[in-house]
């Protein structure tokens, strides 16, 4: 009986801290019944920032790019664009830069596309700073 | 007082061994570059096996299973959001997808995200991904739950009664919380190096001359090398396990003059094999990790570290909730008489441990404060298990500790 009671207080505890996890790290049905398509929890996983630039590398088909050092200064946006774009490489000198919206030194490159606090440039043959 | 020396359940030895093995043979599938129809051909196999542990003996082990199965619910239904899942593990995974390598990291491509580390979890997830034929944001960190799983059989064959089994189930989910089921390595370098203390110890018997059965004898072997060598490629700490489990033997082997068994030691020196592959291949490519490039010589540490500094270490090490619970618990029982040699073994193996750990942040090139912030909480969690693994061999003790082999 007292093995009984101690089972059950263990049950009930592993199950707590089950659901203590599973609300901390954001587990979410939505998520688990969309587990197996390809842009599942991108919002949840990424900041802004980064899903804005892999929609701009995406929509030109880009092979590598530069990042400003606006973003390159930013840990988290560097290292998030820089996981999720992969195979798509970051990278300097590149004929596309990604910066900041006013970020200066790109006065001489041409601009192909201003998102939401992103800005996509060409700078095919002047080189980007 | 003759020892009791906890002898293991034969049925989840054997899936420990065999479902380490798969997953052994897919790291290597992956390091001899094998086409990709035979790791989606493995990972199959490591499906429909697991399936069959899940169905086999319905009502046994059901605190295993259903955790496992939890994990694997958790892991699928919540956001990889973490920094070194992301940044470090499942980006390596994702190279490996992608440039159909286990190499792909060596060419020092996004150095931040640490290309010296091995790639035996990511090699994982980058099958699984195979399989899917995407990668996505939530099925590759499955494959950390599925990596626990032998080491978690392994524990298990060593318990008896489901209070036990619950006890290491809570103890886990308590030590490794929100790193459990995200995609970090700490909780399974927790699960393999509490897994390699105890088959270690049971296999030397701990130093005593008592004989144990041929057949346990291989089988133990067996799980012990699986156990070694995925603990040294799941992270580089895996080593300094190692090291410790054997400076822990060190006592028993002078006091009682007994070999390790070379039956043991060849199986250990097999185990390292892997490791020492990877770390060959990293050095042709120059790839070094950052603490050995950027570690501060010894006299120039003790003579920039301040006291405050050594005491901020040591209060953040030996005070973090994930060791001070187990411990407190350890000793309770211990003063109740339920101490045990296995759980004396773990102690001592896990306070060698902390000290390597305490050594680490002692010599780390960053900034101390960020250092202890940022990583502390999970590089204890090996030295809370062991000890906690020790405190739930304690509880079952006597009444439920077996003395005779449990075959199936």
């Given at each position: 009986m007292k093995n009984r009671k101690t089972n059950i207080l263990l049950i009930t505890l592993c199950l707590l801290t089950l659901v203590a996890i599973g609300r901390d790290k954001g587990f979410s049905p939505g998520i688990l019944f969309a587990a197996f398509l390809p842009d599942t929890a991108i919002r949840e996983s990424l900041p802004p920032l980064a899903r804005e630039i892999t929609r701009l590398v995406g929509k030109y088909s880009l092979k590598d790019f530069t990042l400003s050092p606006g973003f390159t200064n930013d840990p988290v946006v560097l290292q998030r664009t820089v996981e999720f774009v992969y195979p798509v490489r970051v990278r300097s000198g590149a004929e596309f830069v990604v910066a900041k919206p006013g970020e200066a030194g790109y006065l001489a490159c041409d601009m192909v596309e201003e998102g939401a606090g992103v800005v996509l440039y060409t700078c095919k043959g002047q080189g980007s700073s | 007082m003759t020892e009791q020396r906890p002898l293991p359940d034969r049925y989840l030895l054997r899936w420990s061994i065999v479902l380490g093995f798969v997953l052994l043979g897919n790291y290597l599938f992956w390091a001899f570059g094998a086409p990709a129809i035979t790791k989606i051909g493995l990972v199959t196999v490591l499906l429909g096996l697991v399936g069959i542990f899940l169905l086999?003996?319905?009502?046994?082990y059901l605190p295993l299973k259903l955790f496992f199965i939890g994990g694997v619910v958790l892991a699928l239904g919540s956001p990889t959001d973490g920094w070194d899942a992301r940044s470090i593990w499942l980006f390596h995974g994702k190279r490996m997808f992608f440039d159909g390598s286990l190499y792909a990291q060596l060419d020092g491509y996004a150095p931040w995200s640490h290309n010296d580390y091995p790639t035996f979890v990511p090699a994982l997830s980058a099958s699984f991904a195979l399989c899917l034929g995407y990668w996505n944001e939530v099925v590759p960190k499955v494959a950390g739950v599925f990596v626990m799983l032998p080491a978690l059989c392994l524990l298990t064959a060593f318990l008896s009664g489901q209070r036990q089994i619950l006890g290491l189930i809570l103890m886990l989910l308590f030590l490794g919380?929100?790193?459990?089921?995200?995609?970090?390595?700490d909780p399974l370098l927790a699960v393999y190096g509490t897994a390699l203390v105890a088959s270690f110890y049971l296999l030397t018997k701990g130093g005593s001359r008592e004989k144990i059965d041929q057949s346990e004898h291989v089988l133990l072997v067996a799980a012990m090398a699986m156990v070694a060598a995925i603990l040294c490629l799941v992270k580089n700490e895996g080593i300094f396990i190692i090291l410790a489990v054997n400076i822990a033997f060190l006592p028993a082997y002078i006091m009682s003059r007994v070999s390790i068994g070379r039956s043991v030691c060849l199986a250990g020196a097999a185990a390292l094999l892997p490791l020492v592959g990877w770390e060959l291949v990293c050095a042709k490519y120059g790839i070094h990790s950052d603490l050995s490039q950027d570690t501060l010589p010894l006299g120039f540490i003790l003579s920039t570290r301040s006291w405050h500094d050594v005491l901020e270490i040591a209060r953040c090490v030996f005070f973090q909730l994930e060791f001070a619970v187990p411990l407190i618990l350890y000793l309770y029982l211990a003063r109740q008489g339920k101490n045990n040699p296995l759980s004396g073994f773990l102690l001592m193996t896990a306070l060698i441990y902390s000290l390597m750990v305490f050594a680490v942040y002692l010599v780390t090139p960053h900034d101390l404060a960020w250092h202890l912030k940022t990583s502390v909480d999970r590089t204890i969690i090996p030295v809370g298990l062991m000890i906690g693994y020790g405190c739930v061999m304690m509880m079952g003790r006597?009444?439920?500790?077996?003395k005779v082999l449990r075959s199936d």
């Amino acid at each position: 009986m007292k093995n009984r009671k101690t089972n059950i207080l263990l049950i009930t505890l592993c199950l707590l801290t089950l659901v203590a996890i599973g609300r901390d790290k954001g587990f979410s049905p939505g998520i688990l019944f969309a587990a197996f398509l390809p842009d599942t929890a991108i919002r949840e996983s990424l900041p802004p920032l980064a899903r804005e630039i892999t929609r701009l590398v995406g929509k030109y088909s880009l092979k590598d790019f530069t990042l400003s050092p606006g973003f390159t200064n930013d840990p988290v946006v560097l290292q998030r664009t820089v996981e999720f774009v992969y195979p798509v490489r970051v990278r300097s000198g590149a004929e596309f830069v990604v910066a900041k919206p006013g970020e200066a030194g790109y006065l001489a490159c041409d601009m192909v596309e201003e998102g939401a606090g992103v800005v996509l440039y060409t700078c095919k043959g002047q080189g980007s700073s | 007082m003759t020892e009791q020396r906890p002898l293991p359940d034969r049925y989840l030895l054997r899936w420990s061994i065999v479902l380490g093995f798969v997953l052994l043979g897919n790291y290597l599938f992956w390091a001899f570059g094998a086409p990709a129809i035979t790791k989606i051909g493995l990972v199959t196999v490591l499906l429909g096996l697991v399936g069959i542990f899940l169905l086999g003996r319905p009502g046994q082990y059901l605190p295993l299973k259903l955790f496992f199965i939890g994990g694997v619910v958790l892991a699928l239904g919540s956001p990889t959001d973490g920094w070194d899942a992301r940044s470090i593990w499942l980006f390596h995974g994702k190279r490996m997808f992608f440039d159909g390598s286990l190499y792909a990291q060596l060419d020092g491509y996004a150095p931040w995200s640490h290309n010296d580390y091995p790639t035996f979890v990511p090699a994982l997830s980058a099958s699984f991904a195979l399989c899917l034929g995407y990668w996505n944001e939530v099925v590759p960190k499955v494959a950390g739950v599925f990596v626990m799983l032998p080491a978690l059989c392994l524990l298990t064959a060593f318990l008896s009664g489901q209070r036990q089994i619950l006890g290491l189930i809570l103890m886990l989910l308590f030590l490794g919380r929100n790193f459990l089921f995200s995609g970090w390595m700490d909780p399974l370098l927790a699960v393999y190096g509490t897994a390699l203390v105890a088959s270690f110890y049971l296999l030397t018997k701990g130093g005593s001359r008592e004989k144990i059965d041929q057949s346990e004898h291989v089988l133990l072997v067996a799980a012990m090398a699986m156990v070694a060598a995925i603990l040294c490629l799941v992270k580089n700490e895996g080593i300094f396990i190692i090291l410790a489990v054997n400076i822990a033997f060190l006592p028993a082997y002078i006091m009682s003059r007994v070999s390790i068994g070379r039956s043991v030691c060849l199986a250990g020196a097999a185990a390292l094999l892997p490791l020492v592959g990877w770390e060959l291949v990293c050095a042709k490519y120059g790839i070094h990790s950052d603490l050995s490039q950027d570690t501060l010589p010894l006299g120039f540490i003790l003579s920039t570290r301040s006291w405050h500094d050594v005491l901020e270490i040591a209060r953040c090490v030996f005070f973090q909730l994930e060791f001070a619970v187990p411990l407190i618990l350890y000793l309770y029982l211990a003063r109740q008489g339920k101490n045990n040699p296995l759980s004396g073994f773990l102690l001592m193996t896990a306070l060698i441990y902390s000290l390597m750990v305490f050594a680490v942040y002692l010599v780390t090139p960053h900034d101390l404060a960020w250092h202890l912030k940022t990583s502390v909480d999970r590089t204890i969690i090996p030295v809370g298990l062991m000890i906690g693994y020790g405190c739930v061999m304690m509880m079952g003790r006597g009444s439920s500790a077996p003395k005779v082999l449990r075959s199936d």
